[in-house]
C-alpha cells in the first residue's frame, strides 16, 4: 500500500488509489517504463525486439 501510495503522489495524473491499483494489475505483465506509464498509462506500449526462439535439435538413436 505504501508504495501504491508513493506512485500515487509522484504521478501527474489524478489517479484513485483503486484505480492506480487495477491499472497495475492490468498491465503487471507487460514491459513499460513506470514512471512514464504513469503520466502515460492509455499509450501503446512499445514494441519490444523480439528475440528468435531457441531450437534444440537431437536424434533419437533406438539401436
Given at each position: 500500500?505504501l508504495?501504491?501510495?508513493?506512485?500515487q503522489?509522484?504521478?501527474?495524473?489524478?489517479?484513485?488509489?483503486?484505480?492506480?491499483?487495477?491499472?497495475?494489475?492490468?498491465?503487471?505483465?507487460?514491459?513499460?517504463?513506470?514512471?512514464?506509464?504513469?503520466?502515460?498509462?492509455?499509450?501503446?506500449?512499445?514494441?519490444?525486439?523480439?528475440?528468435?526462439?531457441?531450437?534444440?535439435?537431437?536424434?533419437?538413436?533406438?539401436?
Amino acid at each position: 500500500m505504501l508504495a501504491l501510495k508513493f506512485l500515487q503522489l509522484k504521478s501527474k495524473l489524478a489517479w484513485s488509489l483503486s484505480n492506480l491499483a487495477a491499472m497495475l494489475r492490468w498491465n503487471l505483465f507487460t514491459y513499460r517504463d513506470l514512471w512514464i506509464w504513469l503520466d502515460e498509462p492509455f499509450d501503446t506500449p512499445p514494441l519490444m525486439s523480439s528475440f528468435p526462439q531457441l531450437v534444440l535439435s537431437w536424434t533419437a538413436n533406438n539401436d
